[in-house]
């Protein structure tokens, strides 16, 4: 109930939204007529149709996505019409004529020409699919939620309440609008110049979103954002994340839950597809993970270790890859991924988060471990602890009967990114480009979704980054437009990463990287060499420093010789 409240409150609050402006003409060009007729069902048409555009967008995938913008481009036009004929009595009798006569039809009894309850609904529906991407903070968790849970009538009821809400404002709008006209109609007799005038607006919004400007300069420029309230709005009723449960050696492992259905998973790598049936009689750890997590990626030597340790004592290690930008849901991505990376157990490809949902999961990395009953006995979120997590494994195939099982504990020689992290409390934290999640830009905004140049500033503070050159920054990452574009980043810590990838026609990209102005030398990662010399080739997390000595404060600065590669976020160790 509360996040139903919440989600209407975040609707309601839609209307101060800057990229709903553009909508407010087609609102208004039907505020002079009775509400019940003409207000109510554009209302209806438009909440209707963006809850369906926008659980399509959610849970659909990129085809819905596509076909959303098709549905934009025929909105476009046929409010561009609606304009036209505000503009052109002529044009409004000849279009009309063909829809008053259907509209006659159907409801058995005479409509005038401009007040039709279905010409109204039609005009909701144009406006509900222009309206669909302005969404802010709340419609933002929504849509995320959608995303990891899949299609339910939660998600759509959701979708339909914060829908509501921003009709309720709309609504209001109206219903004062109407009044404003009728009293403009009654005193200056100025019907037809409304008419025209409205006709003239209409057209100009058609023009504003056409260019984006409903979703670009308007959010740029706005006073009126809700963004803030927003986010306050869902950390007040965002759930505390669970406490980690501890092993005691002197005491029986309790029962947290049963391992639920595996039968979610796209594909399976390594393996025919397993299910929870199948693997009863086994020891099972469940390993969540995605191939480009900094914290994942330096868990796997453990959990590779463990797998081959007691593979022939009746464990299974499973991995499930959920993945967190869209890249990591490329099959062949994973693929190629799983086998530079030695994972040859079993990996379940959860690319619509089925298996992550019956786990209630919310981390990365997490791990389960399952009994020879099929009871969750144990679980583990992040790095660390070890030791714990495999006296766990020993524990739970100690229950199963198994005896003389191999002592010691995995001590994996890691290297690269694999290696452990440096325990510097004080290193600089995960980092988006993406502006859904960016935070301590060092300029003035980013511009959503539009080619813009930036110039970066002389010196930044700590954990301050900044772009230079041309880029195109979308919600997930930043695209560089043209050649020797930069990224300069105040970071702390020993290690740096960056998730990178060649644009989609899958060009290498050269780079080169300075520390504090120079050459990396004995300091560069894995990826790059003592000149700072590297090529993007793929899509994945590279390991750009590692400090031979200390891990102190130091300006990072990557400069990328060709255009087309995406950004992704900075991780550090």
């Not at 849970?149 to 339909?160: C, I, M």
């Not at 609504?171 to 100025?190: D, E, P, Q, T, Y």
């Not at 400069?559 to 995406?566: A, D, M």
């Amino acid at each position: 109930m509360l996040l139903l409240i919440l989600a209407y409150l975040g609707g309601v609050l839609t209307i101060l939204s800057p990229c709903i402006l553009p909508v407010l003409p087609f609102v208004f060009a039907r505020a002079d007529r009775p509400f019940a007729r003409n207000g109510l069902p554009m209302l209806a048409g438009m909440a209707l149709t963006f809850a369906v555009v926008a659980t399509l967008a959610a849970v659909g995938g990129g085809w819905a996505i596509r076909a959303n913008q098709f549905g934009r481009i025929i909105a476009l036009a046929v409010l561009a019409v609606l304009g036209i004929t505000l503009l052109s009595n002529h044009v409004a009798e000849w279009i009309s004529r063909p829809f008053v006569t259907l509209g006659n039809k159907l409801t058995q009894r005479g409509e005038s020409e401009d007040d039709s309850i279905f010409s109204a609904a039609g005009l909701g529906v144009a406006t509900g699919l222009l309206w669909a991407p302005c969404a802010g903070p709340i419609l933002g968790l929504l849509l995320t939620g959608a995303a990891l849970n899949g299609a339910s009538v939660k998600t759509t009821l959701l979708l339909l309440t914060y829908a509501a809400g921003a009709t309720t404002s709309l609504a209001l709008a109206l219903v004062v609008g109407g009044r404003v006209f009728a009293l403009m109609k009654r005193s200056l007799g100025a019907s037809e110049w409304v008419r025209r005038a409205l006709g003239a607006l209409v057209l100009a919004s058609v023009v504003a979103i056409a260019l984006g400007l409903d979703t670009g300069l308007l959010t740029r420029i706005s006073l009126a954002s809700t963004g803030g309230i927003e986010q306050k709005l869902i950390d007040t009723v965002r759930p505390a994340h669970p406490a980690q449960s501890a092993v005691k050696a002197d005491e029986p492992l309790p029962v947290e839950g049963e391992l639920p259905s595996l039968d979610g998973a796209t594909q399976w790598l390594n393996s025919p597809p397993l299910t929870a049936q199948s693997l009863h009689g086994k020891v099972v750890l469940v390993d969540f993970w995605t191939y480009s997590c900094i914290n994942c990626i330096r868990a796997l030597p453990y959990v590779r270790g463990w797998a081959d340790k007691y593979k022939d004592h009746g464990l299974v290690v499973i991995g499930v890859h959920s993945p967190e930008f869209a890249f990591e849901k490329d099959p062949h991505n994973v693929a190629n991924a799983v086998k530079e990376l030695g994972v040859d157990y079993p990996v379940a490809l959860d690319n619509h988060f089925a298996i992550w949902k019956g786990f209630d999961n919310d981390y990365w990395p997490a791990h389960y471990f399952i009994d020879t009953q099929g009871h969750i006995r144990h679980h583990h979120f992040g790095e660390g602890d070890y030791q714990q997590s495999e006296d766990v494994i020993r524990q739970l195939l100690a229950e199963a009967g198994q005896k003389n099982l191999p002592g010691g504990y995995v001590q994996p020689r890691a290297q690269g990114a694999e290696a452990a992290a440096s325990g510097n409390t004080t290193r600089s934290p995960e980092t988006y480009l993406g502006y859904a999640r960016a935070e301590n830009f060092a300029g003035d905004h980013l511009v959503q979704d539009d080619s813009s140049t930036y110039h970066a500033p002389q010196t930044l503070m700590a954990n301050q980054w900044a772009l230079d050159g041309r880029w195109t920054v979308d919600d997930q990452s930043a695209h560089l437009d043209s050649a020797n574009g930069r990224i300069v980043y105040r970071f702390r810590g020993r290690d740096l990463h960056l998730v990178l990838g060649p644009d989609r026609d899958g060009k290498p990209v050269q780079f080169r990287v300075q520390i504090d102005g120079k050459a990396p030398g004995p300091d560069h990662g894995v990826d790059i060499d003592a000149d700072g010399d590297g090529v993007i080739t793929s899509q994945r997390l590279y390991q750009l420093v590692r400090q031979a000595n200390g891990s102190g404060e130091h300006t990072f600065e990557i400069t990328f010789l060709q255009p087309g590669v995406l950004v992704y976020a900075f991780t550090f160790g």
